[in-house]
């Protein structure tokens, strides 16, 4: 199974197929905002991390411009994953409460964490095509997870993409609505739950907090 995930990650580091991320990727690592100045950004697409074991995925749409394309890590070095962390580690899912980096030790237990769209995109709003050419590394590392059984999706745009990759891959006639703590079956078996994305608007305007989203963390870790 190892073997299986480095060959794929391997495929997304290298991948440069969608030239406009490619552009903006490589702007955003040279433009660095003043706190990461003497940092050097990853600046390449970002694959999933986390147990190659796991029973539940956690989906976000796209790495964050300063986090993850300057960590090389999903979720990671933003107040988006500051925050998701701390509830990951607060129902024991992750053994640290906060991720800055790659290498800094966290560990999931159980659970991967992946966007479908491996790069930034301009204003966080990519292209079909785009999202085209990166769903075949979604539906592959989803097929590389072999016990997975449940996909907690981040924000609604994340939901609707892993749905309409889906349709493109199964028959499917019944509707999806996004609603947070709303779970559906889908064709293959996995159970999808839809969750509003941990950002710091969402979290400052009192859409989620802690408890509401730990909550929610452990319902879907509990469905399989």
């Known amino acids: 199974m ?20 490619v552009k903006f990727r490589k702007k955003i690592s040279r433009e660095k905002r003043k706190q990461y100045r003497d940092q050097t950004y990853w600046g390449k697409p970002i694959t ?11 989906v976000g749409l796209a790495p964050a411009a300063h986090g993850g394309t300057r960590t090389g890590r999903a979720f ?6 500051d925050f998701l962390f701390k509830c990951l580690h607060s129902t024991n899912i992750s053994n640290r409460p906060i991720s800055v980096h790659s290498n800094d030790g966290l560990k999931l237990k159980s659970a991967y964490i992946t966007n479908i769209l491996k790069c930034v995109p301009p204003g966080d709003k990519p292209l079909k095509k785009e999202l085209n050419n990166c769903s075949k590394y979604f539906l592959q590392e989803m097929s590389n997870l072999e016990n997975l059984k ?14 309409k990759i889906f349709k493109q891959n199964f028959e499917i006639s019944n509707k999806f609505i996004f609603k947070h703590g709303k779970k559906y079956i889908l064709p293959d078996g996995k ?9 710091p ?3 400052n305007t009192k859409i989620i907090n802690l408890k509401t989203m730990k909550n929610l963390i452990t319902k879907a870790n509990n469905l399989y």
């Open 2 to 21: 190892k073997d299986k995930f480095q060959k794929l990650s391997n495929k997304i580091i290298k991948c440069n197929k969608c030239l406009r991320l």
């Open 48 to 58: 999933g991390f986390g147990d190659l074991n796991a029973k539940i995925l956690f």
């Open 76 to 81: 990671t070095g933003d107040k988006s994953g």
């Open 150 to 163: 449940v996909i907690l999706t981040f924000g609604k745009v994340a939901f609707d993409n892993c749905i």
């Open 191 to 199: 159970i999808l739950v839809a969750s509003y994305h941990p950002s």
């Open 201 to 203: 608007r969402n979290v």
